[in-house]
């Protein structure tokens, strides 16, 4: 796919040679935020190069070039043909995913200026997604899953809008998590609004039906509680997340 212009090469069979080895970025944002975090990009199609090369000049000006170099015009079917949810923008690509060691190493150095957030045992995979979103937003070092979640799995990076390259993202088991003081929401921890949250903080986050594993529970240094009013039973995932960062990035946290 050399030739974004003439379309000389066949995209189909393109994507079909790389897609089992590489992550769908579905949608123009997902692969505007993967090319500004340096994701290695290897084909992109568009149903109109045009449109998605005027949504750059509107949306996101210091792309517009790259996306120019990288976008192939493809007919409507075939586009449907390489993704299995078309994206209104209609624009979709192959990156290649973070090497696991990479994002190990960034996970354990130290010290570190963000925190890492863990979702202990996750089961929705579009609140992972919107976690990892977060995360990206608030410059956290990454984002964790324990348990059989992928955090890689198509519909999470759908739901994190390519921002799994703006920050770390692994599943690892409780034993491998990085190092740091251990903050674990749940209900029963000294409220939030009375701590500060330090910059090497781990923030782990229970599942959405089961709270915290025992094993988690064990490790945990700190156990944190976030403002509820009485008889309202738990906050959704990605909300307690995003509360959770914003109250450690209240208090100087990145970024500027």
Not at 21 to 45: E, I, M, T
Not at 62 to 69: E, G, K, M, P, Y
Not at 172 to 184: D, R
Not at 235 to 255: C, E
Request: with cysteine; charged share 20%.
């Amino acid at each position: 796919m050399t030739d974004p212009a003439s379309g000389t090469t066949d995209p189909l069979s393109t994507w079909r040679r790389l897609a089992d080895a590489c992550v769908l970025l579905d949608g123009f944002h997902a692969l505007k935020h993967a090319v500004r975090f340096h994701a290695r990009v290897s084909v992109a199609v568009t149903t109109d190069r045009q449109a998605a090369l005027s949504l750059a000049d509107e949306l996101a000006p210091d792309v517009h070039d790259t996306l120019d170099a990288l976008l192939v015009e493809v007919p409507e079917n075939i586009y449907q043909a390489l993704v299995p949810r078309p994206h209104p923008t209609g624009v979709a690509a192959l990156a290649v995913r973070t090497a696991r060691e990479t994002n190990l190493e960034t996970l354990r150095r130290m010290p570190r200026r963000a925190p890492v957030v863990v979702l202990d045992n996750p089961r929705n995979l579009g609140n992972a997604g919107a976690v990892i979103r977060l995360a990206a937003g608030f410059g956290a070092t990454g984002v964790v899953t324990t348990g059989t979640l992928d955090p890689w799995h198509p519909t999470v990076v759908r739901g994190g809008a390519g921002l799994h390259f703006a920050t770390a993202v692994e599943r690892l088991s409780v034993a491998e998590l990085p190092p740091g003081p251990l903050f674990a929401l749940d209900p029963e921890g000294e409220d939030i609004r009375g701590l500060k949250l330090p910059d090497d903080a781990v923030l782990a986050f229970g599942s959405e039906r089961t709270g915290l594993s025992a094993e988690l529970r064990d490790r945990t240094d700190h156990l944190v509680s976030l403002p509820m009013r009485p008889q309202v039973s738990s906050y959704n995932l990605a909300t307690s997340v995003a509360m959770t960062l914003y109250h450690w990035s209240a208090a100087g946290g990145a970024p500027a």
